[in-house]
């Protein structure tokens, strides 16, 4: 069974940058796509960011497309989400996802696992 734990969120400036880990301490991920969503308060959540676990294909947002970056490190079952240039829009809950296919969606609902959430604060 697939468990994520999400890491890293903070509270940092405009213009600042932070790294969020999310961490599968269950099964052995494989034919498995994750992505990155996020929640500010008052919106519905929202897609952020996936990457393909086989091949490392990556999808953005155009929101966040050219400031962040997702990675995954398949030694440590680790998925990554390095946030350059955050800006106080960015300010949410962020959540690590995965599913059970490797193709990547854009939609929550496609995802079966969800970490707990991290918090990000972005201050101007």
């Known amino acids: 069974q697939v468990q994520l734990v999400e890491s890293g969120g903070g509270l940092v400036q405009a213009g600042a940058s932070l790294r969020l880990s999310c961490t599968n301490s269950?099964?052995?991920?494989?034919?498995?796509?994750m992505g990155w969503f996020r929640r500010a308060p008052g919106k519905e959540r929202e897609f952020v960011s996936a990457?393909?676990?086989?091949?490392?294909?990556?999808y953005y947002s155009d929101s966040v497309k050219g400031r962040f970056t997702i990675s995954r490190d398949n030694a440590k079952n680790t998925m990554y989400l390095q946030m350059n240039s955050l800006q106080p829009e960015d300010t949410a809950v962020y959540y690590c996802?995965?599913?059970?296919?490797?193709?990547?969606?854009?939609?929550?609902?496609?995802?079966?696992?969800w970490g707990q959430g991290t918090l990000v604060t972005v201050s101007s």
């Open positions: 269950g099964r052995t991920l494989g034919d498995y796509a």
């Open positions: 990457i393909n676990w086989n091949n490392g294909i990556q």
């Open positions: 996802a995965a599913r059970n296919f490797v193709m990547v969606t854009r939609k929550a609902q496609d995802y079966a696992t």
